[in-house]
T-cell receptor, first 114, second 110 residues
Framework: EPEVTQTPSHQVTQMGQEVILRCVPI?????FYWYRQILGQKVEFLVS????????KSEIFDDQFSVERPDGSNFTLKIRSTKLEDSAMYFC????????????FGEGSRLTVL | QKEVEQNSGPLSVPEGAIASLNCTYS??????FFWYRQYSGKSPELIMS????GDKEDGRFTAQLNKASQYVSLLIRDSQPSDSATYLC??????????FGTGTRLQVFP
């Protein structure tokens, strides 16, 4: 069964360092997303991406965050200068069609900022 | 501020019983409604979607939607210990993003 894959599964970094989280969405999906979940809290939307550009972003997704699709398969989230409050589980998701809204999530990348 | 509200639980039910999970949402233009299951330390897994008023059944799961009351529910029949998880209600309207509730923790005891 096709699935969304994410790497790394866990990353520990020092405050102020740059982090790149990687995702390979399901191959025939056209819409890509990043969500995050701080421990014990709700899943929060960060950004959506379609046709090689951001289609929507939340207020969390400030100038420290960026996304790109450098090739036909990978979808990355970059945090330029990490802060302690960026510690969370980051989930990549993809969807075949926006109209259905049925998102399929990867297993997540746990980011710990020290 | 668009909100999705759920009782955090835990909701404890005996094995074989019906578990009833509820969700309300604030945005009247919401069009699509989803239930995700999340095991501890894992990612959300889509279990049901519903788009129109009424009931939708899939195996042991039934989703119910009432747009007038802005209310979505999930019934799990013949609950099993393996159903023990957090159940997330999610809603979207005319934008890309899903808005999630905080989830209801379900415990099914043998």
């Amino acid at each position: 069964e096709p699935e969304v894959t994410q790497t790394p599964s866990h990353q520990v970094t020092q405050m102020g360092q740059e982090v790149i989280l990687r995702c390979v969405p399901i191959s025939n999906h056209l819409y890509f997303y990043w969500y995050r979940q701080i421990l014990g809290q709700k899943v929060e939307f960060l950004v959506s991406f379609y046709n090689n550009e951001i289609s929507e972003k939340s207020e969390i997704f400030d100038d420290q965050f960026s996304v790109e699709r450098p090739d036909g398969s990978n979808f990355t989230l970059k945090i330029r200068s990490t802060k302690l409050e960026d510690s969370a589980m980051y989930f990549c998701a993809s969807s075949e069609a926006h109209s259905t809204g049925e998102l399929f999530f990867g297993e997540g990348s746990r980011l710990t900022v020290l | 501020q668009k909100e999705v509200e759920q009782n955090s639980g835990p909701l404890s039910v005996p094995e074989g019983a019906i578990a009833s999970l509820n969700c309300t949402y604030s945005d009247r233009v919401s069009q699509s409604f989803f239930w995700y299951r999340q095991y501890s330390g894992k990612s959300p897994e889509l279990i049901m979607s519903i788009y129109s008023n009424g009931d939708k059944e899939d195996g042991r799961f039934t989703a119910q939607l009432n747009k007038a009351s802005q209310y979505v529910s999930l019934l799990i029949r013949d609950s099993q210990p393996s159903d023990s998880a957090t159940y997330l209600c999610a809603v979207n309207g005319d934008t890309d993003k899903l808005i999630f509730g905080t989830g209801t923790r379900l415990q099914v005891f043998p």
